[in-house]
């Protein structure tokens, strides 16, 4: 519609003086102006999220280097969380400071720390610090652009231009996951990966700083439904008072549909949370993965979340609702959670199976996230429009701190992953070297292993064990064992003479002939005399029969068994005890995770009242009609305005 309350042509619509200090645009922008700067908002989330997220593609790789503990990584992840909750609250400046700068310095300087900094970290604590001062900016970013997005999008299209900005993290994610699975057999160490980010980033930066540019105050603080409202809020920017449109915006904020919504929504997105950073860890310590195959499965989950976030922006503007969307695709997640925490205590669950899982939690999570983002700024601007950085501010906190408390819980529930990350690789060097005691210990039974660790010196302990290793029932071991102690030399004596002899011997111990070879055999085997070798025969006639017997019989397995016994207790008290608390967390390990995964699961049922609360319609008739009163009241408007102009 044309109008004579359009001061300049809309062509002109640039900005006055330096643009690398001033970036306001004085008038609306058109469609293509508009495209290029989400399209620029949309590359610095890329690069923004795939710096924060590049640590969990190589997590396992970075615990080895710097000789961390799992549980180390995982409170840098809560201490970051908290870091950012502040960067986020500090970011609702951005109502009074404006929105790009904030970004594009931001973009820059995580760029430069992922580039530099982290991968030059001399020690863990070095890298955690500079992992909580990237959060920090991180946090001021996740406010700043989605700003920038509602500024430049009218609520008709919201869904479409916040579909572009959440799929900024999942793209990030997914271009994380394709590069480092596509390059980390090649390239195994980790700093390779926080190098391609790091250059990448500089380069989103670069490009923002010279081509990003933002609304005015006067623009930015008014309510927006289609661009028919452009000349109407240009007609009125010139009345627009700033300071006053802010005064009392935090206070504005402080109401149920913001604070609970944003709990709700961080609750929600629990699963992605672990996704993002140790999702990797999951697989490898679950299921056996390596990280270029765990990052390939990953590639499942942001390629679906992708396409959902897309799909619904498109479908939530055209039916012009957003909460049942946000229904829908939270009953999506839940199944995809359900079918995750059925697979995770199935270690035969296949690649297959498992991706499904995950795309249904990409494709639930997209699609109940693009439209919550868009509902949350509509119910920000119902309380007031000029604050919309204020109110995405208090998200940013609520999500951040919810991030560091639930990585702070995770730390005390799925605790067997830090036994498994940090002495998985040496359990498995001393696999191999103890492979045969392993294996014997395996054959025993756990109240057998029990007992002798407890006393290793415990006879009926040793003659269980002897007797579960030979197959040799246990009164046949004690006899054997009883009977070797006893008649030592005799035995001796047995075991040099040939079968044959012995046997013979045994059958008709009077026979001269037998006596004779056998007496020839001794003195051959065991170097003695013929009088040594009477006497020893002598002796061994004195043995009752059915011991001798027994020994021969039983006493070749039973002295193998003690032998695997002796070689079993030789083994070092360390090394056992590190072999045992990794077999132990090797077997709680899926069961925490399930359990992990269940909190998860309680968060996403927990997002589905909280839908109510925000500001919207379900049906898209109303919805309609309600656009529809609207642009007859714009019209309205525009009259009344022209008609006093034309009277001045």
Known sequence: MSSTLAVVARSDAKVKGNPLTNRQLQHYPDTGARS??????????????????????????????????????????????????????????ADRWGRANLAIYGTLICSLLVLFAMPNASSKFEYGVYYAILSIVEGIVLVATPALVRDFSPQVSRGVALSFWTLGPVLGSLVLTQVSSRTLDHHPDWRFQFHIAGIFGLVIGVLALFSLRELSPQLRDQLMVSMKDRDLIEAKAAGIDTEAALKGHWRQMMRADVIVSAIAISV??????????????????????????????????????????????????????????????????IIGGLLLV???????????????????????????????????????????????????AVWGWIIRATLAVSFLAFSFV?????????????AQQLAVKYQAELATAAELDPATVAALAS??????????????????????????????????????TAQALKPSTAQALLANPTDATIGAQAVGELVATLKTTPADAVARLQALAAVPPPTIALVAAKGPAVEKAAGQLKALAAVPSNDINLLTKVHKSASQNADQWRTWWIVCLIGQFLFLPAIFLMTG????????????????????ELAALQAVQVRV
């Open 617 to 636: 319609l379900w049906s898209p008739r109303k919805a309609r009609l309600e656009e529809q009163a609207h642009a007859a009241q714009v019209e309205r």
């Open 36 to 93: 290029l700067y989400l399209g620029i908002v949309l590359l610095m989330v890329i690069s923004l999220y795939w710096s924060l997220f590049v640590q969990g593609a190589v997590a396992t790789k970075i615990l080895v280097d710097f000789n961390m503990p799992f549980n180390y990584f995982i409170y840098i992840g809560v201490a970051g969380g908290v870091a950012g909750a502040f960067g986020s609250l500090g970011a609702g400046l």
């Open 414 to 426: 799925v605790v067997a992953p830090s036994t498994l990350v940090d002495k998985g690789a040496q």
């Open 268 to 333: 929600f997105l629990l699963f992605y949370f672990v996704a993002v950073n140790v999702f990797v860890v999951y697989l490898a310590t679950t299921f056996g993965y390596s990280d270029s195959r765990a990052n390939s499965l990953a590639n499942w989950w942001w390629a679906a979340d992708a396409i959902a976030l897309v799909i619904t922006g498109v479908l939530s503007d055209k039916f012009r609702v957003r909460k049942p969307f946000m229904l829908i695709g939270g009953l999506i997640a």
């Open 342 to 392: 059925h697979a995770t205590t199935r270690p035969d669950t296949s690649y297959h199976a498992l991706s499904i899982d995950v795309m249904l939690l990409g494709i639930g999570t997209g699609v109940a996230y693009v439209a919550w983002m868009a509902g949350f700024t509509e119910t920000v601007e119902k309380h007031n429009p000029a604050a919309t950085a204020t109110g995405l």
């Open 455 to 492: 006393d290793p010196s415990d006879p009926a302990a040793g003659a269980a064990a002897v007797s579960q290793l030979s197959a040799v029932p246990v009164n046949d071991v004690a006899a054997v064992v009883a009977a070797s102690k006893q008649y030592a030399v005799q035995l001796q």
